[in-house]
């Protein structure tokens, strides 16, 4: 049949067909291998190989089915080429010869190596690729129509539905991945912010809020002097205002209302009369619900409560803030008091202290998933009071007790981190 046909033009042929092999496994790697989320970037930008590249994949049953079509339809020609070539050369028995030749060249010229270029560089390939694919699907759809009704309905019979792929849907853990492997797209800062809005979820309100016992605020049983001390000094804003104690508030004092207050006499009940109605939450609220909770009510101050209505503590918009950008501003009442250096490697550290703040400040690995307080962590290990020299280790971090009173630890003192394992003794 090849007889009429000259030899050059058989070999010129089959190598004409064994670049439509390269160009289809390539191309099919390339357009799987995209990332979705930056194709969809690119064709919102208006890339015309990325916008024809996200139709092809919104249906990738009829792109696999146009890609095998032409890559077995040349790969078939290619080997009745081969075997015509061969009967043409040495006979007969050349034909097992060439088979032989031509499975080499196809797995590594048409198969490994454009797959691989490919996988390295999906872009560069795929882009063109789905300018050559949209019109051809459009010419060839129905054979590729019928050939996606074959196999889908032997999918079917083996129980496998369209609506079982969920593919492109990230989990928050995922996204927090995305994040961590940007590299150099992303600075530290913002990948940092980014981290910490993703983690929203996974803090509480009882993480971040100021405990009952050191909530500043106004006792209207106080006396004038003292109330006017606390509004003079006070370095906050807002201060909830009660009688007796905290869990009776009866409202929050915005400090810039009290500029009309300034010009007579102070009285109780005109600063009851510029009180906001408290605002409370539940513990346990995640902050991610909080903060949206903040903007719906345009809050900024919250009372963390229990199940029983006491109040726990109290939790700020700018706390939640500080949990995604960092520390605002640097109350000289907070990190000077709670951490001070003794030396290279050891911290006398309030017992008191947020272990949250700690781990962020100082760049710590103490558990956070149990008490909040350094005390309450040392407390929950040991089950008791313990007596000052008492020595401990957690999560690899030696601690020993340097003052304690009769229902907490006061001072602790905590050395360098030397091992990576929990233990405590």
Same mark, same amino acid.
């Given at each position: 049949?090849?007889?009429?046909?000259?030899?050059?033009?058989?070999?010129?042929?089959?190598?004409?067909?064994?670049?439509?092999?390269?160009?289809?496994?390539?191309?099919?790697?390339?357009?799987?291998?995209?990332?979705?989320?930056? =194709?969809?970037?690119?064709?919102?930008?208006?890339?015309?190989?990325?916008?024809?590249?996200?139709?092809?994949?919104?249906?990738?049953?009829?792109?696999?089915?146009?890609?095998?079509?032409?890559?077995?339809?040349?790969?078939?020609?290619?080997?009745?080429?081969?075997?015509?070539?061969?009967?043409?050369?040495?006979?007969?028995?050349?034909?097992?010869?060439?088979?032989?030749?031509?499975?080499?060249?196809?797995?590594?010229?048409?198969?490994?190596?454009?797959?691989?270029?490919?996988?390295?560089?999906?872009?560069?390939?795929?882009?063109?690729?789905?300018?050559?694919?949209?019109?051809?699907?459009?010419?060839?759809?129905?054979?590729?129509? =019928?050939?996606?009704?074959?196999?889908?309905?032997?999918?079917?019979?083996?129980?496998?539905?369209?609506?079982?792929?969920?593919?492109?849907?990230?989990?928050?853990?995922?996204?927090?991945?995305?994040?961590?492997?940007? #590299?150099?797209?992303?600075?530290?800062?913002?990948?940092?912010?980014?981290?910490?809005?993703?983690?929203?979820?996974?803090?509480?309100?009882?993480?971040?809020?100021?405990?009952?016992?050191?909530?500043? #605020?106004?006792?209207?049983?106080?006396?004038?002097?003292?109330?006017?001390?606390?509004?003079?000094?006070?370095?906050?804003?807002?201060?909830?205002?009660?009688?007796?104690?905290?869990?009776?508030?009866?409202?929050? $004092?915005?400090?810039?209302?009290?500029?009309?207050?300034?010009?007579?006499?102070?009285?109780?009940?005109?600063?009851?009369?510029? $009180?906001?109605?408290?605002?409370?939450?539940?513990?346990?609220?995640?902050?991610?619900?909080?903060?949206?909770?903040?903007?719906?009510?345009?809050?900024?101050?919250?009372?963390?409560?229990?199940?029983? %209505?006491?109040?726990?503590?109290?939790?700020?918009?700018?706390?939640?803030?500080?949990?995604?950008?960092?520390?605002?501003?640097?109350?000289?009442?907070?990190?000077?008091?709670?951490?001070?250096?003794?030396?290279?490697?050891?911290?006398?550290?309030?017992?008191?202290?947020?272990?949250?703040?700690?781990?962020?400040?100082?760049?710590?690995?103490?558990?956070?998933?149990?008490?909040?307080?350094?005390?309450?962590?040392?407390?929950?290990?040991?089950?008791?009071?313990?007596?000052?020299?008492?020595?401990?280790?957690?999560? %690899?971090?030696?601690?020993?007790?340097?003052?304690?009173?009769?229902?907490?630890?006061?001072?602790?003192?905590?050395?360098?981190?030397?091992?990576?394992?929990?233990?405590?003794?």
């Amino acid at each position: 049949m090849g007889d009429d046909v000259p030899l050059a033009a058989l070999i010129g042929l089959l190598v004409t067909l064994l670049v439509l092999s390269a160009f289809f496994s390539g191309s099919e790697t390339a357009l799987m291998s995209l990332n979705r989320y930056q =194709l969809r970037h690119k064709a919102r930008e208006g890339h015309r190989g990325a916008k024809l590249a996200e139709r092809l994949l919104q249906r990738p049953d009829r792109l696999i089915g146009l890609i095998l079509l032409g890559n077995n339809l040349v790969n078939f020609s290619a080997a009745s080429l081969v075997a015509i070539i061969a009967l043409k050369i040495g006979g007969q028995p050349a034909v097992a010869l060439g088979t032989l030749i031509l499975t080499l060249v196809v797995l590594i010229f048409s198969e490994a190596a454009p797959k691989t270029l490919a996988a390295l560089h999906p872009e560069r390939l795929a882009f063109p690729a789905a300018i050559i694919y949209y019109p051809l699907l459009k010419i060839t759809y129905p054979l590729v129509w =019928l050939i996606n009704f074959a196999s889908n309905g032997v999918l079917y019979v083996l129980g496998v539905r369209d609506s079982d792929a969920n593919l492109h849907a990230l989990t928050r853990e995922e996204l927090r991945t995305i994040v961590h492997e940007a #590299g150099s797209r992303i600075s530290n800062r913002y990948r940092q912010m980014l981290i910490s809005i993703l983690d929203l979820e996974k803090v509480t309100v009882d993480d971040v809020m100021v405990p009952h016992n050191e909530i500043v #605020g106004i006792d209207l049983d106080d006396d004038a002097e003292d109330i006017e001390r606390i509004i003079t000094e006070s370095q906050h804003t807002r201060l909830p205002v009660y009688r007796d104690n905290i869990d009776k508030v009866i409202g929050i $004092l915005h400090m810039r209302r009290l500029a009309n207050l300034a010009q007579r006499s102070f009285e109780r009940d005109a600063l009851i009369e510029l $009180l906001e109605e408290p605002y409370f939450v539940p513990e346990g609220t995640p902050l991610s619900t909080q903060l949206v909770q903040f903007q719906r009510r345009r809050k900024r101050v919250a009372l963390v409560v229990d199940e029983y %209505g006491d109040i726990q503590g109290i939790v700020t918009l700018e706390d939640i803030l500080e949990e995604i950008v960092g520390e605002f501003t640097t109350d000289p009442a907070d990190e000077d008091d709670d951490v001070i250096r003794e030396g290279a490697n050891n911290w006398l550290v309030n017992g008191a202290a947020n272990i949250r703040e700690l781990n962020r400040s100082q760049n710590w690995g103490l558990p956070t998933d149990g008490p909040k307080t350094l005390n309450g962590l040392i407390l929950e290990l040991l089950e008791t009071i313990p007596e000052p020299t008492t020595c401990l280790k957690i999560n %690899g971090y030696p601690i020993e007790i340097v003052e304690t009173d009769d229902n907490r630890i006061r001072t602790v003192r905590i050395g360098q981190r030397i091992d990576e394992t929990e233990t405590a003794a």
